[in-house]
């Protein structure tokens, strides 16, 4: 690759062992260092003149200055996916454990090894993978600003399964503990968020005869249509890490139908990606229920 193709690409930065590799000199290096047309970023990586330092600048010579296998991570990482609207003043990196660069001004150094799954490379860097990268920026934003970063990513970007799969292959990590209480937390968070969703749904189909949180058989339907015998759970996030509670669901589920009920599963992302399906079925099991009984309906 030439010279002006690194400095196009890499937003003005370049390091000098590319430098060497377009063709340059140690020598050639040197007087541009000397004559200030480059101005050290970090040892062996610069900027050229002409060209303003970026938050992509950064992150690119954060990444290059680390060496081979470094990846982009935590906030810096996400900035880079497009799931942070701003970058991080610190870039985070992570390098191999066999090798040992210190952190230094603007740059964090995390050492670990990580799983192939959790590398991808995007705008020629190499960074952490989508549902790794969510869960580690959420921990260095830490439990305030991390929750409120993870609700917005689970509901726009990633799925829980992807991102609570990334915790799992890096259990004792540093933040695993901080991690776990984000995930249970937004676990919760969405059961409560997904129910509310339905309603809207509902109330905007014009679909009427529905209770929120009705109680049959000894349990709690989150949404019932007491007449019709059908009942609509939502599932938030929490079952994928919560073996009890998944029991639990299953168990109620199961009493609910040996009383009679027909039940409707969903998730938050059934609501979000499948609004119009979702609806329909509703709609179809209350109709079917009704016509059989010959039963009216009731608006909440």
Not at 50 to 73: C, F, N, Q
Not at 102 to 117: F, I, K, M, W
Not at 241 to 250: E, N, P
Request: a positive charge; hydrophobic letters at 45%; proline letters at 4%.
């Amino acid at each position: 690759m030439s010279l002006n193709s690194y400095l196009l690409r890499q937003a003005g930065v370049i390091s000098r062992a590319q430098a060497v590799a377009a063709g340059l000199s140690r020598d050639a290096v040197d007087r541009r260092l000397a004559t200030r047309r480059w101005r050290p970023l970090h040892p062996r990586v610069y900027l050229a003149e002409g060209h303003r330092l970026t938050d992509e600048g950064r992150a690119r010579a954060a990444v290059l200055w680390a060496g081979p296998d470094a990846v982009l991570s935590g906030v810096a990482a996400a900035w880079w996916h497009g799931f942070a609207e701003r970058a991080p003043l610190v870039v985070g990196v992570t390098v191999p454990r066999r090798r040992s660069p210190a952190s230094r001004p603007g740059v964090s150094v995390r050492r670990r090894t990580l799983e192939p799954v959790d590398l991808v490379e995007h705008r020629g860097v190499a960074l952490t993978a989508r549902p790794l990268t969510v869960l580690e920026a959420a921990v260095e934003m830490g439990t305030a600003g991390g929750g409120a970063f993870l609700d917005h990513a689970l509901q726009r970007f990633i799925r829980f399964p992807a991102v609570y799969d990334a915790y799992c292959r890096n259990l004792g990590a540093h933040g695993s503990a901080t991690a776990r209480l984000l995930l249970v937390a937004a676990a919760d968070r969405s059961a409560s968020v997904a129910e509310r969703l339905l309603v809207r749904r509902l109330r905007e189909a014009r679909i009427d005869g529905w209770r929120a949180g009705f109680e049959a058989g000894g349990f709690v339907i989150d949404i019932a249509f007491p007449l019709a015998r059908v009942a609509i759970e939502v599932d938030g996030w929490a079952w994928h890490m919560d073996a009890a509670r998944a029991g639990w669901d299953k168990r109620r589920q199961n009493a609910l139908v040996r009383h009679g009920w027909t039940v409707l599963r969903y998730t938050w992302h059934d609501l979000v990606e499948r609004p119009r399906t979702v609806i329909a079925e509703i709609r179809h099991e209350v109709e079917v229920a009704r016509g059989a009984s010959g039963l009216a309906g009731h608006r909440p």
